[in-house]
């Protein structure tokens, strides 16, 4: 079954330090996200992409995060300067055209996550 | 906009006991309706999933949940738990007919008592 490849797994960075998560959506969906959980919290959404373009994001993604699709696989999350409070799993997701229902479900597929420690 | 609320955030069930998590959202338009679960340091996984069509639809590993418009509930249940349902589960939603954001519940902590 076609699955969400996320890396690394795990970061342990220093405060002030750019992050770059990354993401390998399935091959033929066309629609991304970016979601976190800081542990014990809720998932919440950040960020969604669609066209090599931002369709929406949260008050969460502020001016420290950026996403970019550089080739036709990758889908990447970057953090510029990481805080303390930037401390959460990852989630990268992905949805295309549900085949099994003509209306077209949002039905997204996540990958395993990367866990970002911030010290 | 849309909201999904959880009602407990830890449920404990015997072994062969059943499982009920429940789960209200607040849509403007009509919704699709999911649940994920989680298990300890894993991603998120879909359970099962309402979109149009039959109210009552089931997922993997025996679970279910019915689409109550009236009620705007959409609960999860097992006949019978099992150890391994021991997870986190999220009750999600997202608008019909288009690519929006999903929403996430708060999540409800399945524990299973042996």
């Known amino acids: 079954e076609p699955e969400v490849t996320q890396t690394p797994s795990h970061q342990v960075t220093q405060m002030g330090q750019e992050v770059i998560l990354r993401c390998v959506p399935i091959?033929?969906?066309?629609?991304f996200y970016w979601y976190r959980q800081i542990l014990g919290q809720k998932v919440e959404f950040l960020v969604s992409?669609?066209?090599?373009?931002?369709?929406?994001k949260s008050e969460i993604f502020d001016d420290q995060f950026s996403v970019e699709r550089p080739d036709g696989s990758n889908f990447t999350l970057k953090i510029r300067s990481t805080k303390l409070e930037d401390s959460a799993m990852y989630f990268c997701?992905?949805?295309?055209?549900?085949?099994?229902?003509?209306?077209?479900?949002?039905?997204?597929?996540f990958g395993a996550g990367s866990r970002l420690t911030v010290l | 906009a849309q909201s999904v609320t959880q009602l407990g955030s830890h449920v404990s069930v015997s072994e062969g006991a059943l499982v009920l998590l429940r789960c209200n959202y607040s849509s403007s338009v009509p919704p699709y309706l999911f649940w994920y679960v989680q298990y300890p340091n894993q991603g998120l996984q879909l359970l099962l999933k309402y979109t149009t069509g039959a109210t009552l639809v089931k997922g993997i590993n025996g679970f279910e949940a019915e689409f109550k418009k009236s009620e705007t509930s959409f609960h999860l249940t097992k006949p019978s738990a099992h150890m391994s349902d021991a997870a986190e589960y999220f009750c999600a939603v997202t608008e019909q007919g288009g690519y929006q954001k999903v929403t996430f519940g708060t999540g409800t902590k399945l524990q299973v008592i042996p």
């Open positions: 997701a992905s949805s295309g055209r549900d085949t099994t229902n003509l209306s077209g479900a949002n039905v997204l597929t």
């Open positions: 091959s033929n969906h066309l629609y």
């Open positions: 992409f669609y066209n090599n373009e931002i369709s929406e």
